[in-house]
């Protein structure tokens, strides 16, 4: 800022640091995420929750290359994964 004159809002959009907060593109990676690990899915219900949580949390932010608030994708992938009706 001080040797460009750019806002900071510039400046992270132009370094890629701009975080996803839409709830509906995460819900939406994160579903699609989920789908592609039934198996991890079905064991996260089964018993196995606070390590493949985070498996499942990884990938969310692997397929948004750590772009995600992780607050709202945890909060996404409980719902998602407590579900009992895939």
Same mark, same amino acid.
Request: charged share 35%.
């Given at each position: #800022? /001080?040797?460009?004159? &750019?806002?900071?809002? !510039?400046?992270?959009?132009?370094?890629?640091?701009?975080?996803?907060? +839409?709830?509906?593109?995460?819900?939406? $990676?994160?579903?699609?995420?989920?789908?592609? /690990?039934?198996?991890?899915?079905? +064991? /996260?219900?089964?018993?196995?929750?606070?390590?493949? =949580?985070? =498996? =499942?949390?990884?990938?969310? #932010? &692997?397929? $948004?290359?750590?772009?995600? !608030?992780?607050?709202?994708? !945890?909060?996404?992938?409980?719902?998602?994964?407590?579900?009992? +009706?895939?």
């Amino acid at each position: #800022m /001080y040797k460009t004159g &750019k806002s900071p809002q !510039n400046i992270v959009k132009e370094k890629g640091l701009v975080q996803i907060t +839409d709830r509906d593109a995460l819900v939406k $990676t994160a579903s699609i995420t989920v789908g592609k /690990y039934p198996q991890q899915r079905d +064991d /996260y219900r089964g018993g196995g929750r606070e390590k493949l =949580f985070g =498996f =499942f949390v990884g990938q969310v #932010m &692997k397929e $948004t290359k750590g772009k995600a !608030n992780p607050q709202l994708v !945890n909060e996404i992938l409980k719902e998602i994964l407590d579900k009992k +009706d895939d």
